[in-house]
């Protein structure tokens, strides 16, 4: 829990800055998620660039205006749920790891051979 203190002291203090770092952080674990778990392909196979690629766009689409959420077109239902039962200042949080399972088909779909 001192982890997850941190995070929301951070978001307050400096919530651009926090958004952009977590956002990019989650595409790039997405895509992790996807070579490692999906593809299979093992720490020797692994491609650091396609991560690094996937870290420089979920860096790169975080719109910080619209209520501290991220730019992306996630399922109804669960940004429905986000928006009537989840508090604000959670809301980010809530999409960053539903958007990391979602990452991880686009990471997959994107680099199938």
């Known amino acids: ?4 203190r941190a995070y929301q002291r951070a978001l307050t203090a400096h919530p651009w800055k ?10 790039g674990l997405g895509d992790v998620i996807s070579q490692q778990l999906v593809e299979r392909r093992g720490l020797q196979a692994h491609k650091t660039g396609r991560t690094l690629t996937m870290v420089s766009l ?3 689409f975080v719109d910080y205006p619209d ?20 508090p604000l200042h959670y809301r980010l949080a809530v999409v960053q ?3 990391v399972i979602w990452n ?3 990471s997959w779909k ?3 051979l």
Not at 1 to 4: D, N, Q, T
Not at 18 to 27: I, W
Not at 74 to 80: D, E, K, M, S
């Open 18 to 27: 926090v958004q952009v770092l977590t956002a990019g952080s989650l595409m």
């Open 110 to 112: 994107a680099h199938r």
């Open 58 to 60: 979920g860096c790169g």
């Open 104 to 106: 991880s088909y686009l």
């Open 67 to 86: 209520a501290l959420i991220t730019n992306y077109y996630l399922w109804p239902a669960v940004q429905l749920a986000n928006f009537y039962l989840v």
């Open 97 to 99: 790891c539903v958007a």
């Open 1 to 4: 829990m001192a982890l997850w």
